[in-house]
């Protein structure tokens, strides 16, 4: 559920675009009784209140209560860069209340040691500590290995597989590449706080970003859009599974709810005809027949391609982050 763009941090390739000085916010008011009408027709299983920076909207109290009440028995996020700790502090009991969970998305090691510290003074002892590794941590562990791997070395499949390899190995990796299964779990892996009084904090690194749908010439500042062939864009796609609650309306994904209000905001070099393929799109409401909603859901769950698919890059390599602090200056409408 999208709720600003707005956002205190500038991550370079954002790809809701918060990294630029977007402006706007929902009201939980103003899609209420939309939501209210979701509720009835269907059920779901996971939230993620998220923007830009969700602390940032002054209504996010609004949302936490609402979605609660409309959807009690689904897990319920918060996803936030970790940055707005005192807002958090100051909503804790109601946070509790709605058994709400926060996830902190880490986008900088150098934000990080901050974010932590300011977590310790939320959460109540003794706390619960669980270290989660999914399949992308795997992919990223076996290229990193692969990377620095020399001449005789033995496989290491899994962070886990670390500690059998010869001792001499084992201190190359940490002393001269930084690699080793503590700081696999610090900097990779998926961290789970639970404190005391039952207050969940999810921890995840979010610090390699690829290209974004929205590109800048850096001679000419220039803002363009990719032209990708949208089969090939959706096979590569890692939002393809991440739909997207809109004022209300669903949205198979970030770009395609977000481009029309981002080309208002900024001067955008886009054609009259990929202007249209930009509006046409027609996000779900739930006032649909149920068949024709039933059909959207199934082609949301198939992750297939739509027109709009053309907007975004086909092909990507993930980037660390350089800088989350300071937005491009492009020219606004």
């Given at each position: 559920?999208?709720?600003?763009?707005?956002?205190?941090?500038?991550?370079d390739?954002?790809?809701?675009?918060n990294?630029?000085?977007?402006k706007?916010?929902?009201?939980?008011?103003?899609?209420?009784?939309?939501?209210?009408?979701w509720?009835?027709?269907?059920?779901?299983?996971?939230?993620?209140?998220?923007?830009?920076?969700?602390?940032?909207?002054?209504?996010?109290?609004?949302?936490i209560?609402?979605?609660?009440?409309?959807?009690?028995k689904?897990?319920?996020?918060?996803?936030?860069?970790?940055?707005?700790?005192?807002?958090?502090?100051?909503?804790?009991?109601?946070?509790?209340?709605?058994?709400i969970r926060?996830?902190?998305?880490?986008?900088?090691?150098q934000?990080a040691?901050?974010?932590?510290?300011d977590?310790d003074q939320?959460l109540?002892?003794?706390?619960?500590?669980?270290?989660?590794?999914r399949d992308?941590?795997?992919?990223?562990?076996?290229?990193?290995?692969?990377?620095?791997?020399?001449?005789?070395w033995?496989?290491?499949?899994?962070?886990?597989d670390?500690?059998?390899?010869p001792?001499?190995?084992?201190?190359?990796?940490?002393?001269?590449f930084?690699?080793?299964?503590?700081?696999?779990?610090?900097?990779?892996?998926?961290?789970?706080?639970?404190?005391?009084?039952?207050?969940?904090?999810?921890?995840?690194w979010c610090?390699?970003?690829?290209?974004s749908?929205?590109k800048?010439?850096?001679?000419?500042?220039?803002v363009?859009?990719?032209?990708?062939?949208?089969v090939?864009?959706a096979?590569?796609?890692?939002?393809?599974?991440?739909?997207n609650?809109?004022n209300?309306?669903?949205?198979?994904c970030?770009?395609?709810a977000?481009?029309?209000?981002?080309?208002?905001?900024f001067?955008?070099?886009?054609?009259?005809e990929?202007?249209?393929?930009?509006?046409?799109?027609?996000?779900?409401s739930?006032?649909?027949p149920?068949?024709?909603l039933?059909?959207?859901l199934?082609?949301l769950?198939?992750g297939?391609?739509?027109?709009q698919?053309?907007?975004?890059?086909?092909?990507?390599?993930?980037?660390?982050?350089?800088?989350v602090?300071?937005?491009?200056?492009?020219?606004?409408?």
């Amino acid at each position: 559920m999208y709720i600003t763009n707005v956002c205190n941090l500038a991550c370079d390739n954002c790809n809701r675009f918060n990294n630029f000085a977007f402006k706007g916010y929902q009201r939980w008011k103003d899609s209420e009784a939309i939501y209210e009408k979701w509720s009835k027709v269907c059920d779901i299983d996971t939230f993620n209140i998220m923007g830009g920076e969700p602390f940032t909207n002054p209504d996010i109290l609004s949302y936490i209560r609402g979605v609660r009440k409309l959807w009690p028995k689904s897990k319920i996020y918060v996803v936030t860069n970790g940055t707005h700790m005192h807002k958090i502090r100051n909503m804790i009991d109601d946070l509790r209340e709605n058994d709400i969970r926060i996830k902190i998305s880490l986008h900088s090691r150098q934000l990080a040691q901050k974010i932590e510290s300011d977590l310790d003074q939320i959460l109540e002892s003794p706390v619960s500590t669980t270290h989660v590794i999914r399949d992308y941590h795997l992919e990223g562990w076996k290229k990193g290995y692969e990377n620095i791997r020399g001449m005789g070395w033995p496989d290491c499949p899994t962070p886990a597989d670390f500690i059998s390899l010869p001792q001499h190995i084992q201190d190359e990796c940490r002393d001269v590449f930084g690699i080793d299964y503590d700081s696999f779990l610090k900097y990779e892996a998926t961290r789970i706080l639970v404190d005391a009084k039952g207050l969940l904090f999810e921890i995840n690194w979010c610090d390699h970003f690829h290209k974004s749908a929205v590109k800048i010439d850096p001679d000419s500042n220039k803002v363009t859009l990719h032209d990708s062939d949208p089969v090939k864009a959706a096979e590569v796609c890692d939002q393809k599974f991440c739909h997207n609650f809109n004022n209300g309306y669903l949205y198979k994904c970030g770009p395609s709810a977000l481009l029309p209000e981002f080309i208002k905001q900024f001067k955008v070099e886009v054609s009259d005809e990929d202007m249209d393929i930009i509006n046409s799109y027609q996000p779900a409401s739930p006032d649909w027949p149920i068949d024709r909603l039933q059909t959207f859901l199934d082609g949301l769950g198939k992750g297939s391609h739509i027109p709009q698919c053309k907007f975004c890059p086909q092909s990507f390599n993930s980037k660390r982050l350089s800088n989350v602090t300071v937005k491009p200056k492009i020219d606004r409408r």
